[in-house]
């Protein structure tokens, strides 16, 4: 539990970032609650046709405003998933940064992949946008790419 002056730090560092970023803050935070209301509640079928084509990779070239918008929602995603008050773990986080860029018409790929962690079956799930794994990619390495998802702005890679 959050204690009062830590809770009045952080408002306070909210209330010194710009407005652009304000607007991003409340935008992952609203969506991180949407999303893993749909996780619990919504057959998988469906929030993984809202992710974009199955098996396909999007444009791994994109340009530089694109590259610095993908990177910043990946930061903001990363640090609003740990205040929320719901569990916002990986795929929470990957469907959020990629709801975020799809918005902003920027192409992106949801990977899910499993791996073995003492005798039992683990997922994870991270978010490409270009050339950069933006979110869940500390953790990516040693998992199999089961699924991925890309929404496509412009050409698409099989």
């Known amino acids: 539990m959050m204690n009062l002056s830590v809770l009045v730090n952080k408002v306070r560092k909210f209330l010194k970032v710009s407005w652009t970023d304000k607007m991003m803050i409340i935008e992952a935070v609203f969506l991180t609650g ?46 609003v998933s740990k205040y929320t008050p719901w569990e916002s773990k990986c795929l929470v986080k990957a469907l959020t940064a990629q709801t975020m860029l799809r918005i ?15 005798k039992k079956l683990v997922a994870h799930a991270w978010l490409r946008c270009g050339e950069n794994i933006i979110t869940g990619g500390d953790e990516c390495y040693g998992f199999t790419m089961v699924a991925k998802f890309a929404n496509h702005i412009g050409k698409v890679r099989e």
Not at 104 to 118: E, F, M, N, Q
């Open 34 to 79: 949407i999303i893993r209301f749909s996780i619990l509640f919504v057959a998988f079928s469906k929030i993984a046709k809202l992710s974009g084509k199955y098996n396909k990779d999007s444009v791994f070239s994109i340009n530089n405003k694109q590259i610095s918008i993908g990177n910043r929602i990946g930061l903001v995603v990363q640090i």
């Open 104 to 118: 902003r018409k920027i192409p992106s790929t949801v990977y899910l992949g499993v791996a073995k962690d003492d």
